[in-house]
């Protein structure tokens, strides 16, 4: 992707038209692609799992929202973040985040 003679230019990819659709590809793509991904992948959603079962996790900044009510359950303070603080995709079949929701994790209380 360089030119090892004129060296880096990073203007060029300022135009997404001329921008290559693989420019992030982590297992490759074609016929040089990782042979493992399959494996790795497999690994990672194991990890996740196991790791999942040793932590809590909590939503990050619940003192950020507007409308604080002093009757409110953890349940309702919690709903009222997410209405207030984090937006959603629009038009989506499910709910995703458009940047995500900044969350919390600490060790599991046994």
Known sequence: ????????HPDRWQD?????TTDFMPFGVG????????????EL???MALFARTVD?????????KTTHPNDSPEEHKRRYLDEIVQWQ?????SIPLDG??????????
């Open 1 to 8: 992707h360089m030119d090892l003679l004129e060296g880096f």
């Open 16 to 20: 997404a038209a001329a921008r290559p």
């Open 31 to 42: 016929p040089r692609r990782c042979s493992g991904n399959l494996l790795v992948m497999a």
């Open 45 to 47: 959603k194991t990890f």
């Open 57 to 65: 996790f909590d939503l990050a900044q619940l003192k950020a929202i």
């Open 90 to 94: 629009p038009l989506s079949a499910v």
């Open 101 to 110: 929701i900044p969350i919390v994790t600490r060790p599991r209380q046994r």
